[in-house]
């Protein structure tokens, strides 16, 4: 069965620095989002994107977050200058298109740390 | 926006007993109910999901009910297993196949005894 992956699994990096985090969708999902999870707490979402371009944000996307699909297969979170309140798990999910079928797919995380 | 009041944050039963987990929301616009079991370190998985056209779903030992006027649904977990021990969300969404995020419930962790 296909299934949404991510890396890296673990990202480690110092405040201020950019990261980039990848997933790859299910080859035939069109809908993409990334949530984030801080230890010990809910899964909070991000961003949803679709048709190339952001459906809709959380207030936590600031400025400092972005999102890309650069080819046919990734789907990319970027995080322009870290900080501590930043390390958390993110997910990435993905969803078929339309016919009713809901179901969110989720990724294996990446857990950022920031130092 | 959507909010998911979910209870209780902890739960621990023997084996072979039922758990029952509860989750509120506040947007009538919601239509799509799922629930997601995680265990430690790894991704949510869909275990059952609802929608609001239908008050009852099961599948196998779990079920999920929904009650639309009281803005209220439930995971029923009967002959519960060890292997059951895991941190369960829930989560409301609108559905509908458009492009509609996921509110969370805090999540409840479960804990099976042998």
């Given amino acids: 069965e296909p299934e949404v992956t991510q890396t890296p699994s673990h990202q480690v990096t110092q405040m201020g620095q950019e990261v980039i985090l990848r997933c790859v969708p299910i080859s035939n999902h ?3 989002y990334w949530y984030r999870q801080i230890l010990g707490q809910k899964v909070e979402f991000l961003v949803s994107f679709y048709n190339n371009e952001i459906s809709e944000k959380s207030e936590i996307f600031d400025d400092q977050f972005s999102v890309e699909r650069p080819d046919g297969s990734n789907f990319t979170l970027k995080i322009r200058s870290t900080k501590l309140e930043d390390s958390a798990m993110y997910f990435c999910a993905s969803k078929r298109l339309a016919g009713g079928a809901d179901t969110q ?3 294996p995380g990446t857990r950022l740390t920031v130092l | 926006g959507e909010n998911v009041e979910q209870h209780p944050s902890t739960l621990s039963v023997q084996e072979g007993d039922s758990a029952v987990i509860k989750c509120t929301y506040s947007d009538s616009a919601s239509n799509y109910f799922p629930w997601y079991k995680q265990e430690l ?9 609802i929608r ?3 008050g009852e779903k099961k599948d196998q030992r779990i079920a999920v009910t929904l009650n639309k006027t009281a803005k ?3 995971l029923h977990i009967t002959e519960t297993q060890p292997e059951d021990s895991a941190v369960y969300f829930c989560a409301a969404s609108m559905g509908g196949g458009s492009n509609y995020k996921l509110t969370f419930g805090k999540g409840t962790l479960l804990t099976v005894n042998p």
């Fill in chain 2, 72 to 74: 209220h649904f439930s």
């Fill in chain 2, 52 to 54: 609001s056209n239908v």
């Fill in chain 2, 41 to 49: 370190g790894k991704r949510p998985q869909l275990i059952i999901d």
């Fill in chain 1, 105 to 107: 797919y989720f990724g």
């Fill in chain 1, 30 to 32: 069109l809908y993409f």
